[in-house]
């Protein structure tokens, strides 16, 4: 009986201790691993980047008219394959048409009274006086501004080419000046012409890089102000006509244009893929009235948290999976990455990518999920 409570007694201290010591070790072997375990860098440079994201058209636009009215017309349906410029749909266009009709009979009266002013004595006056003044603004300009470096340019390559004709009829000279017949005295004469050049091309560089003259400047500054003085004094009437002509013009082009924004077209080749408005409906400006995407070019659109931008680079090949299509095997490439992140409302930081489809898929659709698998970073072990 002595001998069993030994022996239980026994067993249980053994137990203890192999407790504590278990313990023990754990808790170091716990510690030592710690950081390589539960590092996050540590942890996830084993991982692949795998992100999802959604199929959308490369192209794709809601249009809408630039002002408000009711459709008169809609000219294609869903699912409608258009080409460039092809009429969509128009708006109302009666009261348009005749306010550019009305714009049209204004503009005519007004050059009307501006023909039968110009037939009066100061139409000649008039116009001497404005071509006078044009052309002493000009010369004040021109003068104010000094030479163009073009000019300084062309005064120097004059220059240096009189500079190389003297150079040369210098030593032709040279080279015959002891000799007592008619080819030394002709280039004796030539070399007399070329310093004559080479004094005028000089006085012309001079002119050239020279800063314009105060005086000079004065007097062209009282010229303009001469002309714009005779010019004032003409009779007002005309150029009050011609200003209403000028106005009168740009209402009429106004009302042309607002008359061509009345009618949508087809900013790009594409297919009609909703109907936002029938015909007879209001719509006001800025609303959409259809849909236009250009189907044969998808690519997907994802978000990448902040540890998956660090490792993808742009042009890598990608492999994607489309799960609706039993998971439906595809080759991307990555295109762009934004430089500037998407913040959520609970603080998570993410990176707008987008990937180019490299083989269109029939069976494709806008706003199919994607699963996009990027190759592991480069130099990191496989696991």
């Known amino acids: 009986m002595r001998r069993s409570l030994f022996a239980v007694v026994g067993a249980a201290l053994l137990l203890l201790v192999i407790a504590l010591l278990g313990q023990r070790w754990f808790a170091r072997t716990s510690r030592e691993l710690a950081p390589a375990a539960l590092g996050e860098s540590s942890g996830r440079e084993l991982e692949q980047v795998v992100a999802s994201g959604t199929l959308l058209p490369a192209r794709w636009k809601k249009l809408s008219f630039s002002s408000g009215g009711m459709l008169s017309s809609l000219d294609v349906g869903v699912g409608a394959e258009v080409a460039v410029g092809q009429k969509l749909a128009s708006l109302e266009t009666r009261e348009l048409e005749l306010a550019v009709a009305l714009a049209a009979n204004q503009l005519e009266a007004q050059e009307a009274v501006l023909a039968a002013l110009e037939q009066g004595p100061s139409s000649a006056e008039f116009m001497a006086a404005q071509a006078s003044y044009d052309a002493a603004v000009a010369a004040y300009e021109k003068l104010r501004a000094g030479p163009s470096p073009e000019e300084i ?33 002709r280039e004796s004469v030539e070399l007399q012409e070329a310093t004559l050049d080479y004094e005028r091309a000089k006085a012309q560089y001079a002119l050239a890089v020279a800063k314009p003259d105060q005086a000079e400047l004065k007097q062209a500054e009282s010229q303009v102000a001469a002309a714009k003085a005779r010019l004032d004094a003409l009779p007002a009437e005309l150029r009050a006509a011609q200003s209403a002509v000028a106005r009168a013009e740009l209402d009429v082009q106004s009302a042309q244009l607002a008359l061509e924004q009345a009618t949508l077209s087809a900013p790009f080749a594409a297919t009609v893929t909703t109907l936002h408005v029938q015909p007879g409906d209001m719509i006001s400006a800025g609303s959409p009235v259809l849909t236009l995407a250009d189907l044969g070019e998808l690519q997907v659109e994802l978000d ?23 998971n439906l095997s595809l080759r991307g490439r990555l295109v762009s990455v934004a430089t500037e992140p998407t913040t959520s409302a609970v603080g998570a930081v993410s990176y707008k990518a987008l990937v180019v489809v490299e083989k269109q898929e029939p069976a494709l659709r806008w706003g199919m999920t994607a699963t996009v698998k990027f190759p592991r970073p480069t130099g990191r072990a496989e696991g």
């Open 153 to 185: 340019t062309m005064a120097e390559a004059d220059l240096k080419k009189a500079e190389e004709a003297v150079r040369r009829a210098q030593g032709a000279y040279d080279a015959v000046r002891n000799l007592p017949d008619i080819g030394a005295r």
């Open 304 to 326: 990448l948290d902040e540890w998956g931008v660090a490792n993808v680079r742009l042009n890598q090949s990608v492999d994607l999976a489309i799960p609706s299509l039993d």
